[in-house]
T-cell receptor, first 113, second 111 residues
Framework: NAGVTQTPKFQVLKTGQSMTLQCAQD?????MYWYRQDPGMGLRLIYY???????DKGEVPNGYNVSRLNKREFSLRLESAAPSQTSVYFC????????????FGEGSRLTVL | GEDVEQSLFLSVREGDSSVINCTYT??????LYWYKQEPGAGLQLLTY?????DMKQDQRLTVLLNKKDKHLSLRIADTQTGDSAIYFC???????????FGRGTSLIVHP
């Protein structure tokens, strides 16, 4: 049972380049999330998807887009990367109606030069 | 101000108890959580407490909830070097199933 799988684990981009972070979960969860983690800032929610076919903005959505491709997959796209988007990105999933526990992937470390 | 606040660092000696504190502002909290993040890894749920409970104990872990003061603590007994990690406090409230996280407390355990 893999849980939440993110790819790639590491990526270096130049300013203005685009890329997509992929996330897949095999727990049949309805809800999925993208967070970014920066030193001293904790976790900040970028976008979330309550269920297949829906997406909503979180705390810091500017510069990002998301796609809930199906129940398993939730991707995060940077259309024109900026140095301020250098961060560690985490995907998570959860089942609504339970204790609300989030299951996290191992993270994707992105550096924008 | 922040919804969930934690101090950023805690240093303890191996074998001592660690107490990590958290304060929150929303009185309609339903669940409060402690997540652990080891270096280079994602967060994993360590324990949680429902808002109608005052205390929860699980082996070396004790969670205390003071609803009047909106204060949550995590006590780790007999702290080991393997407990070195970042610990995040989080809450969900009646209005949302999405947890709000604190900034995390880095626990450093030295011999």
């Amino acid at each position: 049972n893999a849980g939440v799988t993110q790819t790639p684990k590491f990526q270096v981009l130049k300013t203005g380049q685009s890329m997509t972070l992929q996330c897949a979960q095999d727990m049949n969860h309805n809800s999925m999330y993208w967070y970014r983690q920066d030193p001293g800032m904790g976790l900040r929610l970028i976008y979330y998807s309550a269920s297949e076919g829906t997406t909503d903005k979180g705390e810091v959505p500017n510069g990002y887009n998301v796609s809930r491709l199906n129940k398993r997959e939730f991707s995060l796209r940077l259309e024109s990367a900026a140095p301020s988007q250098t961060s560690v990105y985490f995907c998570a999933s959860s089942e609504q109606g339970s204790t609300g526990e989030l299951f996290f992937g191992e993270g994707s470390r992105l550096t924008v030069l | 101000g922040e919804d969930v606040e934690q101090s950023l660092f805690l240093s303890v000696r191996e074998g001592d108890s660690s107490v990590i504190n958290c304060t929150y502002t929303d009185s309609s909290s339903t669940y409060l959580y402690w997540y652990k993040q080891e270096p280079g890894a994602g967060l994993q749920l360590l324990t949680y407490i429902f808002s109608n409970m005052d205390m929860k104990q699980d082996q070396r872990l004790t969670v205390l909830l003071n609803k009047k003061d909106k204060h949550l603590s995590l006590r780790i007994a007999d702290t080991q070097t393997g407990d070195s990690a970042i610990y995040f406090c989080a809450e969900t409230t009646g209005g949302s199933y999405i947890p709000t996280f604190g900034r995390g407390t880095s626990l450093i355990v030295h011999p």
